[in-house]
């Protein structure tokens, strides 16, 4: 049995799931214990110890269901019956078409489906007893197996997730985040923007609580004990800084040409929401409309488009920074404070209308801070309709943010802030 | 890999020896657990491995652990996480005032015992002599970890909702969870003698680090289906009429559906049975509805799409 679960834990590797070797060996041992004769028994002990997250759980039932399968004629022979019937055709994953699939929210839909299926089901064994020959035939799948994939990979010409050009740190930094990505490297990017935002805020909370621990205060502890009466200084006293968290407010453009680098500012703002008291995000194209308590309890990436389709949000209209920012000054000016930081994104490209800075330089004077990315380089600002120029009085930073690294750094000046 | 699952198993092990035995135990504890939920408790225990579990609030998680304890005849050691968790609340710390009130008690005694020595640098050295009397497992206050760890008996320790802690603090639980030896400065290395059963659960707020996940089991815990929420409300209500068992449970599944803000837990559900049971009701009219709903749901947009569809 074990070449056979090996076999399978790569395949499940293949669809993107992270499966360690330590996990493997989990698997195999757990196997061990509750044997192979009750499939459904096999199907969640394996997933007991081999996926950790609910989400991925449908890629692996499904990829159970046809690998675990065994044929009609074979199943009478062995008197054994599963669980359920060969069903695994109709569950297979729609195979991709050039490259990209239709959403982008789905895992790669990677599965050389139809080629897996038919090397897999040829070992005629599947009872533990006849493990030598079982075995043999397992690596002849595999290499069976190995030789689909790599056919099925040349054909759809689509690289693989691990010679994705982001495997190393420097190339990561480098990575365009404005450009679309194909979804597999799309998901792992949102893994890394989280990766990068649990460090950052890890290193916060350090922060926060050296802070708030203090440092002994040697006077003051010898001062109580003389003061109790007692000279022995039985309560220590600490010097205190106090750090309190700031208010977040996120005005993000949703409109077509800034989206995809939206999208990773959304992310790394929603793992970053624990660093704040409070975050309001708002999306806007010409108009501001508020999405905090959509965005709290968002998943990743599923809801990130029911973020653009408020009924009030006009999606396709043509983006007016002036207007918004107007809104925005009229509308959320109690909610400005001292302790208010406003992150706003968007290329300022205002489509000719008027820029009225003013608004914004009124929401700065009630804020602590206003934060500006724009997902354009550097040399692209203030040609063509961008007036980025105008509002730059009125904040205190404006950052370019169009790759990894970038937003890396937006994380940073936004902590820091 | 420290474990050997071949060898020597525990008394947990030997008494949940399948995964049936798992089912049979935990429904005559009233606790119904699905077929996932019996095999990833059977092999965390068989393997001694942590066992993650996700899902909704109010679906059981923590019952689990309590259950687990419970028919494995050990004790429940439970870690209640929050931001800004840290060692000094998880694992142990020293009782500052109580080592002080010592000295001040031991004056006498101290001053006898110096009075022997001629010059400052002797004294010292007498007194460093004397140093692990005053940090010793006597003055070390244990907290849940190290309590885990130490303990003589069986032990099953709930480290519950780790995702509200810090990223760091689930790093430093990694390290305990992996062997299970704490070592303070003072006294060594404490190791246990006996591997705590360890449940982990989260509400997923956040997605715990790929490190954590690839020591543990996982378990995903949804809400029941329909015969499974029926039986737990039968268990667990006693006395109710089938019937209105029945209706109540068809219309909280059918409130589940609803995308509600907070879809109610299995915990409401027999909160609002119980209420039911009390107000005598037998069947489940549109009037006790709307007076009784508060208690299933505590948002009142959900309430009001709840009526709604009650209406239907």
């Known amino acids: 049995m074990t070449p056979r679960i090996v076999t399978f834990i790569r395949l499940l590797r293949m669809q993107g799931l992270p499966i360690s070797v330590a996990e493997s060996l989990d698997a195999l041992h757990s196997v061990s214990q509750v044997g192979v004769h009750d499939r459904d028994l096999l199907r969640l002990t394996l997933r007991t110890a081999l996926v950790k997250s609910h989400r991925d759980f449908s890629t692996f039932d499904a990829l159970f269901e046809q690998f675990f399968t065994v044929p009609r004629h074979q199943r009478r022979r062995h008197g054994q019956s599963p669980a359920r019937t060969s069903t695994g055709v109709g569950q297979r994953p729609a195979p991709q078409q050039n490259g990209i699939p239709v959403t982008p929210t789905q895992r790669t839909p990677q599965t050389p489906a139809a080629s897996v299926r038919r090397p897999v089901q040829e070992p005629p064994n599947d009872t533990p007893a006849m493990e030598s020959e079982e075995t043999a035939q397992a690596l002849q799948a595999l290499a069976e197996l190995e030789q689909a994939w790599q056919e099925h990979s040349a054909a759809t010409q689509q690289p693989r997730t691990s010679a994705s050009p982001e495997h190393t740190e420097d190339q990561r930094a480098q990575t365009r985040i404005d450009r679309p990505f194909p979804p597999d490297r799309l998901a792992n990017m949102y893994r890394e923007v989280e990766r990068l935002a649990a460090r950052l805020l890890s290193r916060q909370a350090l922060r926060t609580r050296r802070a708030q621990a203090g440092r002994f205060d040697i006077r003051r502890t010898v001062l109580r004990g003389l003061r109790s009466g007692t000279e022995v200084p039985f309560t220590r006293a600490y010097r205190r800084r106090k750090i309190s968290k700031l208010r977040l407010i996120v005005l993000c453009d949703v409109s077509g040409s800034v989206w995809q680098v939206s999208t990773f500012l959304l992310k790394l703002v929603h793992t970053l929401q624990a660093a704040f008291a409070s975050v309001r995000s708002m999306v806007f194209v010409n108009s501001v409309v508020e999405v905090t308590e959509l965005f709290r309890r968002m998943r990743f990436p599923e809801d990130l488009e029911s973020l653009r389709h408020y009924p009030q949000l006009n999606l396709f209209g043509l983006s007016d920074f002036g207007r918004v920012f107007y809104q925005f000054s009229q509308d959320f000016v109690q909610e400005l404070r001292r302790d208010t930081i406003v992150l706003i994104l968007g290329d300022a490209r205002n489509n000719a209308f008027d820029p009225q800075a003013w608004a914004l330089a009124e929401v700065r004077q009630r804020c602590r801070r206003i934060i500006w990315l724009n997902p354009e380089p550097h040399r692209e600002w203030n040609t063509g309709d961008s007036i980025i120029a105008s509002y730059t009085p009125a904040c205190d930073q404006v950052l370019e943010c169009w790759r990894f690294e970038h937003l890396a750094q937006a994380a940073d000046v936004l902590l820091r802030a | ?312």
Not at chain 2, 62 to 72: D, F, G, H, P, R
């Open chain 2, 1 to 312: 890999m420290t474990h050997n699952p071949s060898l020597s198993p525990s008394p947990a092990a030997r008494r949940l020896a399948a995964v049936a035995d798992v089912s049979e135990q935990f429904t005559a504890a009233d606790y119904v657990c699905s077929k996932e939920t019996a095999t990833a408790v059977f092999l965390m225990v068989q393997l001694q491995r942590p066992l993650l579990v996700e899902g909704p609030p109010g679906v059981g998680k923590t019952e689990l652990a309590k259950v687990l304890a419970q028919t494995t005849e050990a004790q429940l050691i439970r870690l209640q996480c929050y931001e800004g968790l840290d060692e000094a609340k998880a694992l142990y710390e020293w009782e500052y005032s109580k080592q002080l009130l010592y000295v001040q008690m031991l004056k006498e005694q101290l001053g006898t015992l110096l009075a022997t020595t001629t010059s400052l640098n002797d004294a010292v050295a007498l007194l460093q002599r004397q140093e692990s009397a005053f940090f010793s497992r006597h003055f070390l206050l244990p907290r849940p970890l190290l309590q885990a760890i130490v303990a003589s008996q069986p032990t099953v320790l709930l480290i519950d909702e780790i995702d509200r802690a810090d990223q760091e603090f689930e790093a430093f639980l990694l390290e305990i969870l992996s062997d299970f030896q704490v070592s303070v400065p003072e006294l060594g290395t404490l190791r246990a003698t006996q591997r705590p059963l360890v449940v982990l659960t989260s509400n997923a707020t956040r997605s715990l680090s790929e490190a954590l996940k690839r020591r543990c089991f996982y378990l995903y815990i949804d809400h029941p289906t329909l015969a499974t929420e029926l039986q737990i409300v039968q268990r667990k209500v006693p006395g109710i009429d089938s019937r209105l068992a029945t209706h109540i449970v068809q219309f909280v599944q059918r409130v589940r559906q609803l995308s509600l803000r907070k879809p109610p837990s299995i915990s409401e559900t027999l909160d609002w049975a119980l209420a039911l049971v009390v107000l005598g009701a037998s069947v489940l009219s549109r009037d006790l509805i709307v007076e009784t709903l508060n208690i299933l749901l505590k948002d009142k947009d959900d309430i009001a799409r709840a009526l709604r569809e009650a209406g239907r």
